[in-house]
C-alpha cells in the first residue's frame, strides 16, 4: 500500500545525463511540459510502477510530447543482449 502521506514525485534528466529536476505529480505537469519545451520533439521514457505512472503518460500524450513506459526488468535484459547481438563489448 503506497504512503499517502508523501507526494509523488519524479526526477527528470534530459538524454539521461546532466542535471536532474524533480517535479511533483500531478500538479506539476504543466512545469514538466514548459520545462521539455524548448528541446525538440522530446520523447518521456518512463519506469513502469504498476499504475501510477498511467496519469503522467496520459497528460503528457495530451499535450502532444511523445511517452513511453518501459519494464526495468525487461530493459536491463535487453541492454546486456543488445551489444552481444552487435559483437559489442562491454569495457
Given at each position: 500500500?503506497?504512503?499517502?502521506?508523501?507526494?509523488?514525485?519524479?526526477?527528470?534528466?534530459?538524454?539521461?545525463?546532466?542535471?536532474?529536476?524533480?517535479?511533483?505529480?500531478?500538479?506539476?505537469?504543466?512545469?514538466?511540459?514548459?520545462?521539455?519545451?524548448?528541446?525538440?520533439?522530446?520523447?518521456?521514457?518512463?519506469?513502469?510502477?504498476?499504475?501510477?505512472?498511467?496519469?503522467?503518460?496520459?497528460?503528457?500524450?495530451?499535450?502532444?510530447?511523445q511517452?513511453?513506459?518501459v519494464?526495468?526488468?525487461?530493459?536491463?535484459?535487453?541492454?546486456?543482449?543488445?551489444?552481444?547481438?552487435?559483437?559489442?563489448?562491454?569495457?
Open positions: 500500500m503506497p504512503d499517502r502521506g508523501r507526494k509523488a514525485s519524479l526526477v527528470v534528466s534530459v538524454g539521461g545525463v546532466g542535471p536532474t529536476r524533480p517535479f511533483l505529480q500531478p500538479k506539476e505537469l504543466r512545469k514538466l511540459v514548459a520545462w521539455l519545451g524548448p528541446h525538440e520533439e522530446p520523447q518521456v521514457v518512463m519506469e513502469s510502477t504498476g499504475r501510477y505512472e498511467r496519469g503522467l503518460q496520459k497528460g503528457l500524450l495530451w499535450e502532444g510530447i511517452c513511453s513506459v519494464n526495468p526488468a525487461k530493459l536491463l535484459a535487453t541492454q546486456a543482449v543488445i551489444p552481444a547481438k552487435a559483437g559489442i563489448q562491454k569495457s
